[in-house]
């Protein structure tokens, strides 16, 4: 299964086309969470539109296989969304919605993660790197454990996740450019308001930081999702694209001079 899933990822390098994706993204990850710390649902929903044409256009310069993984990962991303921010009420935004802007802006997270992943210089130390997300990972987990004033199991668990995508999975670069993003993402986020993490799971049993301090592996599953599911996704596309150009086009009527 690793074989398949690095060779479908070898497909999507091309890394002197992207290198301002990640600027692009940290840039409007800045912009968004600031303007929605004080704005209205208005807002909010302009601020989804802009996102959605930045991730667009973004996209424009990506392979398909590329654009079918960030639609997998903005599908999943949105499924975890809405179940455990206005569902579970694990974390809640100012509004207690889910941003119009969060779906799409998971798309840039995922395509800034790629393609610090992808760079040059990432592939060529990924093994360092991968070391130190772990110790500076491995240090903010132990804090939450030990020294928070609300320990922090949750993102104990979730760092426990990307220690392990960064040992076995397929996309190690990805991962740390994942802990790189989503850590500035919550860290800027809930110092702002835009939402707060609970102290709590439903159940009372699990204790959550503001934020989880391992919440970028939850992208490794994402990443995941995507490998395995986006060759199906493109399949089916060809697929259907065949069908269309085959089926027959409806004949045209004469043209009937009705006067005469």
Do not use: K
């Not at 996102?51 to 997998?72: G, H, K």
């Not at 993402?185 to 102290?199: C, K, Y």
């Not at 989880?212 to 599911?229: E, H, K, R, V």
């Not at 027959?248 to 009937?256: E, G, H, S």
């Amino acid at each position: 299964m690793t074989t398949v899933l690095e060779a479908a990822r070898s497909r999507t390098v091309s890394p002197a086309r992207h290198g301002s994706t990640p600027a692009v993204v940290f840039c409007w990850i800045t912009v968004v969470l600031c303007v929605d710390s004080a704005s209205t649902q208005a807002v909010q929903r302009g601020l989804g539109v802009a996102t959605w044409c930045v991730l667009l256009a973004l996209l424009v310069r990506e392979t398909p296989l590329v654009r079918a993984q960030t639609a997998i990962v903005v599908v999943f991303a949105s499924m975890v969304e809405y179940t455990f921010s206005p569902v579970l009420g694990v974390y809640l935004y100012r509004f207690e919605n889910v941003p119009a802007y969060v779906p799409p802006g998971h798309g840039l997270v995922y395509l800034a993660a790629l393609a610090i992943g992808r760079a040059v210089w990432v592939q060529a130390h990924a093994t360092a790197l991968a070391v130190g997300v772990g110790l500076v990972g491995g240090c903010w987990a132990a804090y939450g454990l030990i020294l928070a004033s609300r320990p922090d199991v949750l993102g104990a668990f979730w760092f426990a996740c990307l220690v392990a995508f960064l040992i076995w999975g397929p996309s190690r670069g990805l991962y740390v450019g994942a802990f790189l993003v989503v850590s500035y993402l919550e860290i800027v986020g809930t110092s702002l308001g835009t939402w707060a993490w609970q102290p709590h799971d439903p159940t009372g049993l699990v204790s959550i930081g503001n934020p989880p301090s391992g919440a970028a592996g939850g992208y490794g599953w994402f990443d995941l999702a995507a490998l395995t599911l986006a060759p199906t996704v493109l399949a089916w596309q060809a697929m259907i694209n065949r069908r269309l150009r085959r089926a027959p086009r409806p004949a045209r009527q004469p043209f009937v001079d009705v006067e005469r």
